[in-house]
């Protein structure tokens, strides 16, 4: 069956610029998770979703990062006033939910910002 | 607060020797353990796992780890390597909860 889709693949923005990440996640997948993966910061998790709920933000960065889950399936992540420093590949995630269960990824988000 | 070391940021090794990468975890608590490889321009993909019940895990394309409590460990083994390995490893526990923490990988170079 179809895997976890990301889109766009690439995108390059101004410093200062809004971006918007989208990811969809495997069908009937409960859980959907984000994560950062940067050249200094290794893989770094952002926000989960259980169904539309995201009981753990504690990932975000800061109040620029902002991300919602719409009918338990499609996520947006939304960057705001993007900095040079945000630069990196955001990867999405999603699994049945709870810690033993396997979270599938997707291909990922490379995001430059000049 | 649970971490993930990898020894290790870089392998390289023979085509056809053993390939073996270390992990260890500091937890509270027994984790779940898992090794994803990364292949260029990919999304990570799920080698193994460790939940519960046998400590010795065998994982797709000839991986298996072994979970050993005393030690903290959850090193990544293959007898024998394909240049088809070559390719990031990340070791992640999610020890109670459902958010992964990775080590910080370790990229595997083959050699013909």
């Known amino acids: 069956g179809a895997g976890v889709s990301q889109s766009p693949s690439n995108k390059v923005t101004e410093k200062g610029k809004d971006v918007e990440l989208r990811c969809d996640p495997i069908?009937?997948?409960?859980?959907l998770y984000w994560y950062r993966q940067s050249l200094g910061q290794g893989l770094e998790f952002l926000i989960y979703?259980?169904?539309?709920?995201?009981?753990?933000k504690s990932g975000l960065p800061s109040d620029r990062f902002s991300a919602e889950r719409t009918g338990g399936s499609v996520s947006t992540l939304t960057i705001q006033r993007t900095q040079q420093e945000d630069s990196a590949v955001y990867l999405c995630?999603?699994?049945?939910?709870?810690?033993?269960?396997?979270?599938?990824f997707g291909p990922g988000t490379r995001l430059l910002v000049l | 607060a649970q971490s993930v070391t990898q020894l290790g940021s870089h392998v390289s090794v023979s085509e056809g020797a053993l390939v073996l990468l270390r992990c260890n975890y500091s937890s509270s608590v027994p984790p779940y353990l898992f090794w994803y490889v990364q292949y260029p321009n990919q999304g990570l993909q799920l080698l193994l796992k460790y939940t519960t019940g046998a400590t010795l895990v065998k994982g797709i394309n000839g991986f298996e780890a072994e979970f050993k409590k005393s030690e903290t460990s959850f090193h990544l083994t293959k007898p024998s390597a394909h240049m088809s390995d070559a390719a990031e490893y990340f070791c992640?526990?999610?020890?109670?909860?459902?958010?992964?923490?990775f080590g910080a990988g370790t990229t595997v170079t083959v050699r013909a």
């Open positions: 979703f259980q169904g539309n709920s995201a009981p753990d």
């Open positions: 995630a999603s699994s049945f939910g709870g810690p033993q269960e396997t979270q599938y």
């Open positions: 069908s009937g997948h409960t859980a």
């Open positions: 992640a526990v999610s020890p109670n909860d459902y958010k992964l923490s």
